[in-house]
C-alpha cells in the first residue's frame, strides 16, 4: 500500500524545527557568516549554498561551506571567530510572527509538542534562555538537541533519527500517564528547510514546510519535490536503515526511513505559522 492510497490522519503530536521556524536564528546565522566572508573578501553566502546548510548538524554544514567558501583560514580558525559572534548576537534571537499563537493553540487543543533541532546545547542555550514564554511549551524531556548521544553519529537531519526519538520520549510520557503511544502519520512536523522536511517524510510524518521566501524563491517549481522529501538529501543506504524500523499505519504498512510520494497529501507549504491551518489536521 502506497502512501497515496493512506489519507493522513488527524495529529496528535507536533514536532518543531527551531532555527529559522520558531526564532530569527537563521537571518542571525547568515549575518555572522558574511561578516566573516566580507573580512576575508568573499562574496556574501548565495541562497543556493544557505540552503544545503539549513537543518544539517553543524560538522556537516560546516564542510558544505567551507567547500565552497575557500577561506584562506583554517575551518577552526573560522569557527573561533564565528563562535565570537554568536556569543553576540545569538541573545537577541526573537519569536517569528505566529509561533507564539500557534504554540498556545495547540496546547489549547490537547496536541503534545516536541522540539527536534540540530543545534547543539550551548548554541540552543545562547538562543533560547532569554525566550521562556516561547520554550516553556517543550518539556525538558521532549527536547532533543543535535548533541543528544541517543542519536548516532553522521545521522542527523536528513535523516529520520530526531524526529523519531522526539516521538518516543513523548510515548515515554504518555505510557507513564497509562495514555495510548502516538503513532508517527499521527505526528506533524514543522519544518524551515528542506533536509528538514525530508527528515519528517522518512520518520513516516506528515510536515508542514515553511521557508523562508528566499529558500522558497530557491526551490520554485519544485516544491512537490520538498514536500515529498525527495529532493535527494539523504544519501544513506535505505536498505540497511530500513531493517529493523518498520511501523504499523493504519491498515496497511509502512516502512520508516522511505521519502513520500509526489501529491500524496502529507506535505503542506504555508508562508507563515500565522496562516497554520487547524482544521486541516484534524485540529
Not at 575551518?75 to 498556545?104: C, H, M, S, W, Y
Not at 529558500?215 to 538529501?233: M, Q
Amino acid at each position: 500500500m502506497t502512501s497515496q492510497s493512506i489519507p493522513p490522519p488527524p495529529i496528535r503530536a507536533a514536532l518543531f524545527d527551531m532555527d529559522g521556524l520558531l526564532i530569527d536564528s537563521e537571518d542571525i546565522y547568515t549575518d555572522i557568516t558574511n561578516t566573516i566572508l566580507q573580512r576575508y573578501r568573499r562574496p556574501k553566502l548565495p541562497w543556493s549554498i544557505k540552503a544545503q546548510l539549513q537543518g544539517r548538524p553543524g560538522p556537516q554544514a560546516g564542510q558544505i561551506f567551507h567547500s565552497w567558501a575557500q577561506l584562506p583560514i583554517t575551518q577552526e580558525e573560522f569557527f573561533a571567530e564565528q563562535t565570537i559572534l554568536q556569543r553576540q548576537l545569538f541573545p537577541n534571537t526573537q519569536p517569528l510572527p505566529g509561533v507564539l499563537d500557534l504554540l498556545k493553540g495547540l496546547k489549547e487543543n490537547g496536541v503534545h509538542m516536541a522540539l527536534a533541532t540540530s543545534s547543539h546545547a550551548g548554541n540552543f542555550s545562547l538562543k533560547s534562555s532569554h525566550l521562556p514564554h516561547v520554550f516553556d511549551y517543550f518539556a525538558e524531556d521532549h527536547k532533543v538537541l543535535g548533541d543528544d548521544p541517543r542519536i548516532p553519529h553522521g545521522r542527523g537531519k536528513p535523516a529520520p533519527d530526531i524526529y523519531l526519538l522526539a516521538l518516543k520520549m513523548l510515548n515515554a510520557t504518555l505510557a507513564e500517564k497509562g495514555e495510548p503511544a502516538i503513532r508517527p502519520e499521527e505526528c506533524l512536523v514543522f519544518e524551515d528547510s528542506v533536509p528538514g522536511v525530508e527528515s519528517g517524510r522518512r520518520a513516516g510524518m506528515q510536515v508542514v514546510w515553511c521557508p523562508h521566501p528566499e529558500l522558497l524563491n530557491e526551490y520554485k517549481g519544485r516544491e512537490k519535490e520538498v514536500l515529498a522529501g525527495l529532493t535527494g538529501e539523504h544519501k544513506d543506504n535505505e536498505e540497511e536503515e530500513l531493517r529493523h524500523i518498520e511501523v504499523e499505519v493504519l491498515q496497511g504498512r509502512r516502512r520508516v526511513g522511505l521519502p513520500g510520494e509526489l501529491d500524496d497529501g502529507w506535505g503542506t507549504l504555508i508562508e507563515s505559522l500565522a496562516e497554520f491551518p487547524y482544521t486541516k489536521f484534524g485540529i
